[in-house]
């Protein structure tokens, strides 16, 4: 998961989306994804053939959580793309806010709790998230995890706060710690060391020392 160096090739099917407004390749991910901006108030993801049930998942996805709480509404789709509304915020990796690390990483936190409390794990018809075994231990809390807790995948707002989040091919009902555990072990690395307690205390929970080593090793695997 980076942020493009060069400019990507824009299909031709996104120019049209477009209708003259600037169009800026803004991610590439690890799948050969290119997500483009269409003048910042939409965005397309593009992703290969062979990914492309991904964003089926996703689109299913979010147009069932769009009615809880802030993630992209889905505009139009096609084979291997997915056309939203742009939410406001930047990603908590943008510059400004890897500046801010502490500032950034309260607002995931708060942001992770907030997405927790906010979907209703009774309504939620999406299981478990693709990486999560059947056999992972008794859940702590049941919730509808967002399935790739990654920092980049949370918005933060001009006032600091998480104004919500994006990339929801994995959304489903699980322990809470799933996301909690992903979250915390990429701060590091996206960045600094030493700011896990802090994440913890703005979700509102102590460690779970035990639970996040699972959680950790099943998402390295
Ligand atoms: N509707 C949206 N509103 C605001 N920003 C968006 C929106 N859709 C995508 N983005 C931006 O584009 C980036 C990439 O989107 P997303 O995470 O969904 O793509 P991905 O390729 O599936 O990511 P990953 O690398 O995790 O697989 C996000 O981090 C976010 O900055
Ligand atoms: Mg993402």
């Not at 964003?55 to 939203?84: C, D, K, Y």
């Amino acid at each position: 998961m980076t942020l493009p160096a060069d400019a990507k090739p824009v299909p031709n099917f996104v120019v049209d989306l477009a209708g003259g407004r600037e169009i800026t390749s803004v991610w590439v991910n690890e799948l050969g994804g290119t997500t483009f901006s269409l003048g910042g108030e939409e965005f397309v993801k593009v992703y290969p053939d062979a990914h492309a049930d991904l964003l089926v998942r996703e689109e299913q996805r979010l147009r069932w959580a769009v009615a809880f709480h802030p993630v992209p509404r889905v505009l139009s789709s096609g084979p291997g793309w997915l056309h939203t509304v742009a939410l406001a915020g930047r990603s908590a990796v943008d510059p400004h806010w890897v500046a801010r690390p502490r500032t950034a990483t309260r607002a995931i936190g708060e942001g992770l709790r907030r997405l927790h409390d906010s979907l209703p794990v009774a309504d939620c018809p999406f299981g478990p998230p693709s990486w999560i075994p059947a056999d992972a231990p008794a859940a702590d809390l049941l919730v509808v995890c967002h399935g790739d807790a990654c920092p980049p995948n949370t918005l933060i707002g001009d006032d600091a706060q998480c104004s919500g989040h994006v990339d929801f091919s994995d959304l489903g009902v699980a322990d809470r710690w799933s996301d909690i555990a992903v979250a915390a072990s990429l701060l590091e690395s996206d960045f600094e060391p030493g700011l896990e307690a802090e994440f913890l205390d703005a979700y509102g929970i102590d460690a779970d020392e035990e639970r996040m080593a699972y959680y950790r090793a099943r998402w390295e695997e």
